[in-house]
């Protein structure tokens, strides 16, 4: 199902892999024309410099995102190798201490909304 992408904003969604990958075909030609071997070392070693950094930063995000989302699953950990499978639950947290958890956020939730009220009333004269 094709959607309708707004070209500014997701520019490189709209660019199929084929085409992606011959562009910088293109480039890396034209880039070599008139430079000789140093430059062209030189060139080329930013530029993967370059993507080196874009790597590491998206690798890094996908980290975070993965810890967030609670899907960071390694199968070669201790807990997976005796036993334990990624989706089981933690043994070592009872109900009641999960319920306290969330009786405290609930708790806490409320003092935000009643803090809110204060200032509701008070910027209004």
Not at 1 to 18: E, R, T, V, W, Y
Not at 101 to 110: A, G, R, T
Request: glycine fraction near 6%; aromatic fraction near 6%; charge should be negative.
């Amino acid at each position: 199902m094709q959607q309708n992408i707004p070209p500014l904003n997701h520019f490189l969604a709209s660019i199929d892999p084929p085409t992606f990958s011959f562009t910088a075909v293109l480039i890396g030609a034209i880039i070599v024309g008139d430079l000789n071997v140093n430059e062209q070392n030189a060139i080329g070693n930013w530029l993967e410099l370059v993507g080196q950094y874009v790597l590491t930063n998206a690798a890094q995000q996908q980290v975070l995102e993965s810890q967030i989302e609670n899907n960071n699953i390694n199968i070669n950990s201790k807990k997976s190798k005796n036993g334990g499978g990624p989706f089981t639950t933690d043994s070592n947290k009872s109900n009641q201490t999960q319920r306290d958890e969330v009786d405290f956020l609930l708790q806490e939730i409320q003092k935000i909304e009643r803090e809110l009220q204060n200032l509701k009333k008070n910027s209004n004269p």
